[in-house]
Nanobody, 122 residues
Framework: QVQLVESGGRLVQAGGSLRLSCAAS????????MAWFRQAPGKEREIVAG???????YYTDSVKGRFTISRDNAKNTVYLQMNSLKPEDTAVYYC????????????????WGQGTQVTVSS
């Protein structure tokens, strides 16, 4: 079992920055892909970014050039650096994990955190 705990979400003004963290426990994340998803009110949960165990990354088009996903395997932690935030980035952000490759589909992920709220004011 893997437990994921997100932190770092808060209210921020448009144009500001936030760094979200996701701490994993229960087992090491060797060979696990990690991802950040988000869900805005009335919308489907969508992938924001993903990072495999071996490096590289995936970003959805709307955050490319603004968000950066990274992982510290020694600390069993994944981060999402969010810059140039926009009101449309407002959502609950979830950390997710799965063994193997990054997938964009939420159904492929086995473990989820409880979510952290990010609110961007205009």
């Amino acid at each position: 079992q893997v437990q994921l705990v997100e932190s770092g979400g808060r209210l921020v003004q448009a144009g500001g920055s936030l760094r979200l963290s996701c701490a994993a426990s229960g087992r090491t994340l060797t060979n696990y892909a990690m991802a950040w998803f988000r869900q805005a009110p009335g919308k489907e949960r969508e992938i924001v970014a993903g990072i495999p165990w071996t490096g590289g990354s995936y970003y959805t088009d709307s955050v490319k050039g603004r968000f950066t996903i990274s992982r510290d395997n020694a600390k069993n932690t994944v981060y999402l650096q969010m810059n140039s935030l926009k009101p449309e980035d407002t959502a609950v952000y979830y950390c997710a994990a799965r063994s193997g490759s990054v997938y964009t589909y939420r159904e492929k992920y086995d473990y989820w955190g409880q979510g952290t709220q990010v609110t961007v004011s205009s």
